[in-house]
C-alpha cells in the first residue's frame, strides 16, 4: 500500500449542499432558509448570545464573585450514627466502610462527623473526625485514630 493509494472509508465524506437548484433537488425555492426573517436575508441573523432584546443569559449570570479554593480536600463523609452497622468492639477502617457501601472509593480522604449516635464501643480510624464526632465515639466506649 503507497500513500497515493489510501482513501478514506465510504460514508466518510460527504458532497456539499447545493441549495438554490430546483424544487427537484430538495433544497430549491428557500434553499433551507425558511420564510422571510432576519435569519433569511444575505448577511442576516443575530450576534451570539442575542435572545431578541431579553437580558442575554451571559449578563444574567454573576462573574467574578467569590473564590474557589483549587488547594481544597474533598472528604468522604461519614456520620457516628452509620457506624452502628459495625459489631461491638470491631475495628472500622476506611476499607470497611467502602465493603459496607458508606463511602464510594478510596480516592478521598475519610471524615467523621458527628451526626447520630452511636451505642457501643468501635476502633475508628479515618483521616480526620470532628469534635463532636469523636466525643461521641470516646463516650460510647470506642477509640479514635486518625489514620
Do not use: W
Not at 441573523?45 to 462573574?63: A, D, N, T
Not at 465493603?99 to 483521616?127: E, N
Request: charged share 25%; glycine share 18%.
Amino acid at each position: 500500500m503507497r500513500q497515493n493509494e489510501l482513501r478514506p472509508p465510504l460514508g466518510a465524506k460527504h458532497g456539499r449542499k447545493r441549495v438554490g437548484r430546483g424544487d427537484g433537488s430538495g433544497h430549491g425555492t428557500y434553499s433551507g432558509r425558511g420564510c422571510k426573517g432576519q435569519k433569511a436575508r444575505s448577511g442576516g441573523g443575530v450576534r451570539l448570545g442575542f435572545e431578541g432584546g431579553q437580558l442575554s443569559l451571559i449578563k444574567r449570570l454573576p462573574r467574578k464573585r467569590g473564590f474557589t479554593n483549587i488547594f481544597k480536600t474533598e472528604y468522604n463523609i461519614v456520620n457516628v450514627g452509620k457506624l452502628s452497622i459495625f459489631p461491638p468492639g470491631s475495628e472500622v477502617n476506611p476499607e470497611g466502610l467502602l465493603k459496607a457501601g458508606l463511602i464510594k472509593s478510596l480516592a478521598r480522604p475519610v471524615k467523621i462527623l458527628g451526626d447520630g449516635d452511636i451505642c457501643h464501643p468501635v476502633l475508628v480510624k479515618a483521616d480526620k473526625f470532628s469534635v463532636a464526632a469523636e466525643k461521641k465515639i470516646v463516650a460510647a466506649g470506642g477509640k479514635v485514630e486518625r489514620a
